[in-house]
């Protein structure tokens, strides 16, 4: 039986197209896992309103184990992949480890414009999204300069998705753009304080002379010498200026202890419900 949900605030930033609504993407977890949704989030450039007409719509799913899971101590995982979406689902005890190590793609999840998430989980991580963001500060400086530099391998080899722009641009524009959003969004993390604020590519202000960066970088606009240079020096920029203030910052080890027991908790409540139904049933 699936769980009660509540829902976040839902505004998908469209602009033209069909759009993938979050409540979509959590049936189709369920139906193919066979595993009860406690969160669904649409992340990506959907979410960061960074997306064009042909982008996929990406989602994340944190699902319950079931009782085998746990018996065989089997830790789910699923990629699910369609016409226009990708949806990739956890097991919800991997939860507290991504959110303590600060992985800013699973950071994301509680800072989604269109997600779903059961109550107590939104009560636990929604209301607190801005102190887990910021609970780790040195993993998530490590973690977001460790992607930057990995997409920087794939600059001029590009993907099975992307060779498309390295024979038109001679690079991956889209590995650029990434690269330069994920030091931008450190960046603006450290200096307004406000995760909300660092991956928001708002239509007008200073989200919008963000996104029209991102988008001339993604478009191509920057030659692949320039380009190099720019990323370069954005990446020197950021370890001499923000470096320091992440790595000197200690952990919130108050906020971690509440994520993993809240967790725990949330899981073992449901888990007595299912036992007790199928005790009911049998």
């Known amino acids: 039986m699936p769980m009660t949900k509540r829902t976040g605030t839902a505004d998908t930033h469209g602009r033209k197209g069909k759009e993938m609504k979050v409540s979509e993407a959590a049936e189709i977890a369920e139906k193919q896992t066979r595993r009860n949704v406690a969160i669904c989030s649409l992340v990506g450039s959907r979410n960061y309103n960074l997306h064009t007409e042909s982008s996929d719509h990406d989602f994340i799913v944190f699902a319950m184990p079931t009782l085998d899971d746990m018996y065989e101590r089997n830790e789910y995982l699923k990629e699910i992949k369609g016409d226009g979406y990708e949806i990739r689902v956890h097991d919800l005890r991997k939860l507290p480890d991504l959110l303590c190590k600060s992985n800013p793609s699973y ?168 036992v007790c139904r199928a005790q009911r049933e049998g």
Do not use: C
């Open 107 to 274: 950071v994301e999840i509680i800072f989604s414009r269109n997600n779903i998430m059961n109550g107590d989980m939104y009560s636990l991580l929604y209301d607190n999204r801005e102190r887990i963001a910021g609970m780790n500060l040195p993993y998530i400086y490590a973690s977001s300069v460790g992607m930057f530099l990995n997409r920087m391998k794939y600059l001029e080899k590009g993907t099975g998705n992307t060779q498309h722009l390295v024979d038109m641009h001679g690079y991956d524009t889209k590995q650029a753009m990434q690269a330069y959003r994920i030091l931008s969004v450190l960046r603006w993390f450290a200096d307004h304080r406000s995760f909300e604020k660092a991956i928001r590519y708002d239509d007008n202000g200073e989200g919008k002379e963000k996104r029209e960066l991102l988008m001339d970088i993604r478009n191509g606009k920057f030659p692949l010498t320039e380009m190099r240079r720019m990323l370069d020096d954005y990446l020197r920029d950021t370890e001499d200026r923000y470096k320091k203030r992440y790595l000197d910052t200690a952990p919130d080890k108050e906020m971690m202890a509440a994520i993993r027991d809240g967790v725990k908790g949330f899981i073992l409540s449901e888990t007595k419900k299912e």
